[in-house]
């Protein structure tokens, strides 16, 4: 995603400060300097592990060199050994900013990435946001930031930063893609704000142009906020082809067969969604409904008291438990969840 094999525009401004050792720099080390050189030669040759045995025995002898560390975080990055990638690349960061050099993009933006594939996406967030002040960043680095901004639970920052990516190059499909999910799930909280459907409609018309499967369980998906259920089916469908096993598909789709009244099959893919969804309320309690309509009072019961369970004690579910075990001669008003 990021170019970082175009390390070597760096080392010209970053080696010309050396360590200090008692009658010789590592500047004036021939053998250190060669070293650089052949670990530089085996990164842009994608020999990373080799990069780095022979890149380690410069930061023994001269531990304040921050551009050998980046290139040995670089070289740990591409290996995928995040944890230690992340310990190099902090330690050239550091090592940079006590030379008054904190705007090492290269860094910042490689330890950003670490950090995101390590699962520390907090951590990732500070790294990727400081690879992006002092320069203009590229689509990609803001994509990756906006993913970042979405992992911690920051909405708002991650469709903003997002709506930067694809304002700087409309071909990034990874950040259309977060942001059509979003605009959806703003659609489904809010079905009838027309701004909130025309978002989600333009965001995936965006995505549709690189990922049409997508789309349709996008567009799947948006049909049933917009309580269009006969629509939603084959677009579900469709997307289903190619993601099985996609939760929210499945479960979008399990809701428009059973408000389309498909009782049977709907049945069907809710039990699949509790599969994909062991906890969550909305799922049981939809196959209760199901399963009620049907007239399987004992099927819907079990489904009913999973979903209290859950902690889905709701107006529904208390009404719907009474009713599953009212006698049948009884009569009891029936409300959609």
Not at 177 to 190: H, I, M, N, P
Not at 258 to 263: G, H, N, T, V, Y
Request: net charge negative; with cysteine; glycine share 6%.
């Amino acid at each position: 995603m990021f170019r970082l094999y175009q390390l070597w525009l760096c080392f010209c401004v970053t080696c010309g400060v050396y360590a200090q050792e008692p009658g010789r720099t590592f500047a004036e080390d021939e053998d250190a300097q060669a070293r650089l050189q052949r670990g530089l030669s085996l990164y842009q040759q994608t020999q990373y592990a080799a990069a780095v045995e022979v890149l380690e025995p410069i930061v023994v002898r001269y531990p304040d060199q921050s551009a050998v560390y980046r290139l040995i975080g670089l070289c740990r990055l591409q290996m995928k050994e995040y944890a230690s990638a992340v310990a190099a690349l902090r330690k050239a960061v550091e090592l940079a900013c006590a030379r008054g050099n904190c705007d090492d993009s290269v860094a910042h933006l490689a330890l950003g990435k670490a950090l995101f594939l390590s699962g520390d996406f907090a951590g990732a967030v500070a790294e990727l946001t400081a690879a992006t002040a002092h320069s203009e960043a590229e689509a990609a680095t803001l994509t990756l930031l906006g993913y970042a901004h979405y992992r911690v639970g920051d909405v708002p920052a991650a469709r903003k930063v997002l709506l930067e990516a694809v304002a700087r190059d409309d071909r990034q499909t990874e950040a259309w893609r977060l942001l059509a999910e979003l605009d959806v799930l703003g659609a489904t909280a809010t079905p009838d704000d027309p701004a909130a459907i025309k978002r989600a409609l333009v965001s995936i018309e965006k995505v549709q142009r690189q990922e049409p499967m997508l789309a349709a369980g996008l567009r799947g998906r948006l049909l049933v906020a917009q309580r269009q259920f006969t629509k939603a089916i084959p677009e579900l469908d469709h997307a289903l082809t190619q993601q099985p096993d996609d939760p929210s598909l499945v479960f979008a789709l399990g809701v428009a067969l059973s408000r389309d009244k498909q009782l049977d099959r709907a049945a069907t893919v809710l039990r699949r969604a509790t599969e994909l969804l062991p906890n969550e309320t909305s799922v049981w309690r939809e196959l209760g409904y199901v399963y009620e309509r049907a007239g399987q009072r004992g099927d819907a019961r079990a489904a009913y008291e999973r979903a209290a369970a859950l902690g889905g004690e709701d107006d529904f579910i208390i009404r719907a438990l009474e009713r599953v075990n009212t006698p049948h001669d009884e009569p009891v008003e029936q409300h959609r969840p």
